[in-house]
């Protein structure tokens, strides 16, 4: 069964960081370009940033570049997302989610769009206070 599960979110100050994590399983992880995406209250799912399947390369909306890192572990079927220097348009859900698997169709090296990817975790919520 493919799963993603994160965590790491939580309640925190304006200017504070959290990490959130996601884990992978009941797919090979390392063949898929991962990424996170969020919802703010209110609004839609949007792309925040991306992860290529081998780590080489990232990518960001440019409202978070500079203020987040999106890393990943290979051998551990895990990607992350360091938030640094949070701001309460922050909040929001947020989902972890993998693109298609490396040479299928719909496969893209670092996912922009949300049809960019296939399989998506449940969610964690971020809150940013002022």
């Known amino acids: 069964e493919v799963q993603l599960v994160e965590s790491g979110g939580g309640l925190v100050q304006l200017g504070g960081s959290l990490r959130l994590s996601c884990a992978a399983s009941g797919f090979t992880f390392a063949d898929y370009a991962a990424g996170w995406i969020y919802q703010a209250p209110g609004k839609g799912l949007e792309w925040v940033s991306a992860i290529s399947w081998n780590g080489d390369d990232t990518n960001y909306r440019d409202t978070v570049k500079g203020r987040f890192t999106i890393s990943r572990d290979n051998a551990k079927n895990m990607v992350y997302l360091q938030m640094n220097s949070l701001k309460p348009e922050d909040t929001a859900v947020y989902y972890c989610?993998?693109?298609?698997?490396?040479?299928?169709?719909?496969?893209?090296?670092?996912?922009?769009?949300?049809?960019?990817?296939?399989?998506w975790g449940q969610g964690t919520q971020v809150t940013v206070s002022s």
């Open positions: 989610a993998t693109g298609f698997r490396l040479g299928s169709g719909g496969w893209a090296y670092l996912p922009s769009k949300l049809s960019d990817f296939g399989y």
